[in-house]
């Protein structure tokens, strides 16, 4: 069994900063990639940010230079710093993550249960 559990959310005013974090567990062998998705009320989920094993990283467009995506192997965890917030990433945040359970099995992927991120004008 693997879970994710995301931590890091709440209410911020417009221009502060909030540190998200995503901490695996389980039966993990390895993890291949490590993103955060983020699902406001009548929108699509849409990816923020992913960053690979390797450590290359990839935002979208609507946070490039604001938003940083890190992680540390060793704990399996994920972290998201969010600066310069704004009313606009106000959005329950999710992370995902493609695991391998085993050394020759295949990378499945798991979701946690989402933390709200509120951004007040």
């Known amino acids: 069994q693997v879970q994710l559990v995301e931590s890091g959310g709440g209410l911020v005013q417009a221009g502060g900063s909030l540190r998200l974090s995503c901490a695996a567990s389980g039966s993990i062998f390895s993890i291949n990639v490590m993103g955060w998705y983020r699902q406001a009320p009548g929108k699509q989920r849409e990816l923020v940010a992913a960053?690979?094993?390797?450590?290359?990283?990839n935002y979208g467009d609507s946070v490039k230079g604001r938003f940083t995506i890190s992680r540390d192997l060793a704990k399996n965890t994920g972290y998201l710093q969010m600066n310069s917030l704004k009313p606009d990433d106000t959005s329950v945040y999710y992370c995902?993550?493609?695991?391998?359970?085993?050394?020759?099995?295949?990378?499945?992927?798991?979701w946690g249960q989402g933390t709200q991120v509120t951004v007040s004008s």
């Open positions: 960053i690979t094993s390797g450590g290359s990283a």
């Open positions: 995902n993550a493609a695991i391998k359970r085993a050394v020759s099995g295949p990378a499945y992927s798991y």
